[in-house]
């Protein structure tokens, strides 16, 4: 990941959301190792409570890269990341896995350093919008044409 302190204009009003993305993501490494990790796993080991803990302070870090001129593609690419997050952080065992590997806060701290330094991730986010709705729609479909056979196959076994 990159740091903003370094190789380029240091921006004041970034530096305290770098802060608590490493704190959130990489504060801490493993001796003898470059192993690192943050306090997200750590929260994540109390089950669910740590989890919706773990989604707010990522919320908070994403309401903070709004107010420093994240886009809304940004936005909902950075949302993506703390959603899928989440989500993961709910399955026992492979939730702290997952936390410790994925670093959904440096994620979305990279993608705001490439949206301010190189001009990606502009725009409105209607394609992603739209992306999602028609993954929903046809995950809706699925499970209708699923059930329906499902049901189909049961009366036949209870006729």
Partial sequence: MTNISQEQEVRPELIALEGITALMDN??????TQFRFGIDPIIGLVPIAGNIAGFLISGLII????RYGASRKLVLLMMGNIILDF???LVPILGIIFDVTYKA???NYHLLDEHYDEGKHRGSGWGI???VL???LLLIVGLVYLSIKLFDLLKYLLS
């Avoid at 504060?27 to 003898?32: E, I, L, S, T």
């Avoid at 309401?63 to 709004?66: A, D, E």
Wanted: glycine share 4%; net charge positive.
């Fill in 129 to 131: 919008i739209f992306m």
């Fill in 87 to 89: 989500l993961v952080g």
């Fill in 63 to 66: 309401v903070s890269m709004i």
């Fill in 105 to 107: 806060n440096r994620r």
């Fill in 134 to 136: 028609l993954l929903l």
């Fill in 27 to 32: 504060k801490f490494r493993v001796p003898f």
